[in-house]
């Protein structure tokens, strides 16, 4: 998924910018399971974890045989989604404040009917308590499946800039 592919439409991209938007309010109002329901039965969700390579090396540090954050199946989500709602997650209680910032949307026609990959950027920030604040930034490339007048979400691959991620947890979606 390297944006390869001819650019969508400015149709298209407003209705994928639309899609993201709407998105990323369910994920600020912890609508998650409205949000799982945005997922293909199909998905792959991958957080690779990141190596500091010297460029000679090669390679963006995302190995798919290393460790990842996520590396997940809708069912893994579905357990995740189940934990926050279970009101057992100690560590969502108090629940945490998020705002999800996406931009630099860009869609690409893959060759496959129905299939467009997106390609954005992300800003979220949380909040609990008063002294629990992160804020992660990162790519994102998905995969996403034309699905009547919206999208699901097939792949989705994010990557972060650090190798290293000083928050107390991960308790979030991208």
């Known amino acids: 998924m390297r944006g390869a592919g001819s650019t969508v439409d400015d149709v298209r991209l407003l209705s994928l910018q639309r899609f993201y ?82 931009s630099n949307v860009e869609g690409f026609e893959t060759g496959v009917a129905g299939e467009l990959e997106v390609h954005s950027t992300f800003i979220q920030y949380r909040n609990r308590s008063e002294h629990d604040d992160a804020t992660i930034v990162g790519r994102r490339r998905d995969l996403l499946r034309i699905a009547g007048d919206g999208y699901m979400i097939a792949r989705r691959l994010v990557l972060v800039p650090q190798s290293v991620l000083l928050t107390k947890n991960l308790s979030v979606f991208f």
């Not at 989500?77 to 934990?83: K, L, Q, S």
Request: proline content about 5%.
């Open 21 to 102: 938007a709407m998105e990323a309010r369910l994920l600020d109002e912890e609508r998650y399971q409205e949000w799982y329901e945005l997922l293909a039965d199909d998905l792959f969700y991958w957080l690779p974890l990141r190596q500091n390579r010297h460029r000679r090396e090669g390679g963006d540090g995302a190995d798919p045989d290393a460790m990842a954050f996520f590396d997940d199946c809708k069912a893994d989500i579905a357990v995740r989604v189940g934990r926050l709602a279970s009101g057992l997650a100690w560590t969502e209680d108090p629940p945490t404040r998020h705002v999800y910032v996406i």
